[in-house]
């Protein structure tokens, strides 16, 4: 401020000694007059370039000016880089936020006091079909169509709610969580997750319950049924033997039951098998072979069961699982194969190395479209003939989840009426020929348990 007082005076001074110079007394006064306004005129013009930029307000164009109004200039250009730096640095920032929100699994939907979409992560437009450039600043209510959801929305309620995707089919089903949840001034935030999978999860959970309630009811019924005959009615000897008889049938079928479940859920929470453990492909075979006879007989059927011999092969897994799975194939031929049929058990190997444990039979066979469904826990074809021979309906599902824990393929090729051929083919991986010392297939037994 003093520079500016000091160039002030001088310009004055200056004037009135060219005055005096040029007019003596007079012309003094009149020449510091004439510098006075001369240096405000050339103030206001540097004046007025800062005022131009200034209105501009942009880091272009700094007008280059002496004085006060260079510091101006100076100060203005300060503080406008920080607004710049400040506002490049918020909007990295909402960027960033932005991007973590686009990142979310779940959909995020920003709405306007009316309704209206400002902002939609990708998640959302896909879950509700939006298009992110169309269908901004229209209303939600127009474009999410489902009536729960108006319902709901127009409620103003804060629990979530479940509705259809709008790409739901009977066939895929699409299901979304939504919840609304009001923020600044009327606003409200739109939360969507699909939970697809977790519903379709919860209807597998009710169904296995009803099955395996509905599974274990009948034989419970039964067995009650005969408890309640043998306390009140006075029988004799025979009867009597003949009512326990049927009751340990019931109690069989129960344990059972619970066994396949046991082992379905062992199968589900153990680790996979390694390539450790090798059994020979003669000692599961045999295994298979004796069990078939001893069912043959206990169901009175007269079957024809041949079993080729086993190559010597050895295959690696667990020998239990492997068990089972073999064994319930064979199981299955010989239940519902009638009596005089026929059952051909064979171990092959394929061209391009894999092994094929095969069995075929001479039974009614299965219409083509059972045999997708066939692996489904209790799923069967004619029911009560899988109880009449003891089924639980869950062999299958008991041999599909070995035979993919073992990196194996079950095919299932059937024709009605003319019989029907379950088989699985192991990857070569998991076989090797028998080594000399392990020739005596028989001699290894496969341990209890
Ligand atoms: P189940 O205990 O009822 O036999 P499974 O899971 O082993 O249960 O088999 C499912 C269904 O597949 C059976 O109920 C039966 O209808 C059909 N099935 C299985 N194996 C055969 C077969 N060899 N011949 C005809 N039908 C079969």
């Given at each position: ?11 004055q ?5 060219v ?16 510098a ?15 005022l ?38 918020s ?9 973590a929100?686009?990142?979310s ?5 920003l ?8 902002w ?27 009536p729960?959801f108006?319902?709901y ?13 709008p ?32 519903e ?14 509905h ?10 049924g ?5 306390q ?16 340990s ?8 039951l619970v066994?396949d ?7 589900e ?59 319930n ?12 049929g ?24 299965i ?29 299958l ?27 699985i083919?192991f990857?070569?991986?998991?076989l090797?020929v ?8 028989h ?6 348990g």
């Open positions: 401020m003093a520079s500016r007082f000091f160039s002030f005076l001088c310009w001074l200056g004037g009135g000694l005055g005096w110079w040029l007019a003596h007394d007079k012309g003094a006064m009149g020449g510091i007059v004439a006075a306004l001369g240096w405000l005129a050339l103030d206001s013009a540097r004046g007025a370039r800062v131009a930029w200034l209105r501009r307000a942009d880091m272009t164009g700094i007008p280059s000016v002496a004085g006060l109004w260079a510091e101006v200039v100076d100060r203005a250009r300060r503080a406008l880089r920080l607004r710049e730096q400040e506002a490049a640095e909007a990295r920032r909402l960027q960033e936020f932005l991007s929100i686009q990142a699994p779940n959909g995020v939907v709405l306007d006091p009316h309704g209206r979409i400002e939609s992560n990708q998640t959302a437009a896909e879950q509700f079909g939006f298009d992110l450039q169309r269908d901004m600043m229209q209303q939600i209510a127009n474009l999410v169509r489902d729960a108006t319902a929305y127009q409620s103003a309620g804060d629990q979530e709610i479940v509705i259809a995707g790409r739901s089919s009977p066939s895929r089903p699409a299901k979304l969580s939504v919840q609304l949840h009001p923020y600044g001034e009327g606003r409200k935030l739109l939360l969507s997750r699909d939970v697809t999978a977790v379709q999860a919860d209807v597998m959970r009710r169904d296995f319950v009803a099955n395996v309630s599974e274990i009811r009948t034989p419970l019924t039964v067995l009650a005969f408890v309640e005959t043998l009140n009615l006075p029988l004799d000897d025979e009867e009597r033997a003949r009512y326990l008889g049927l009751m049938q019931q109690a069989h079928r129960m344990q059972t066994n479940l046991l082992t379905l859920s062992r199968l929470g153990s680790p996979l098998p390694g390539v450790g453990e090798w059994t020979p492909a003669a000692v599961l075979m045999a295994q298979c072979q004796q069990e078939a006879q001893g069912l043959s007989a206990v169901l009175g059927k007269v079957h024809a069961l041949i079993f080729e011999p086993a190559p010597a092969v050895e295959i690696s897994g667990s020998p239990h699982e492997l068990q089972s799975a073999l064994s194939l064979v199981s299955n031929a010989v239940r519902y194969t009638p009596a005089r026929s059952i051909h058990v064979q171990w092959g190997q394929l061209a391009d190395g894999r092994g094929e444990f095969s069995v075929r039979d001479s039974g009614p066979g219409a083509p479209e059972h045999i997708s469904r066939l692996t489904e826990r209790f799923y069967r074809v004619d029911r009560s003939r899988s109880r009449e021979t003891g089924g639980t309906g869950l062999g599902a008991i041999v599909k989840h070995v035979v993919q824990r073992h990196g194996a393929e079950l095919k299932i090729d059937s024709t009605p009426g003319a019989g029907s051929t379950f088989a083919e990857p070569a991986g998991r090797r028998l080594s000399r010392d392990t020739t005596a297939p001699a290894k037994e496969l341990p209890a």
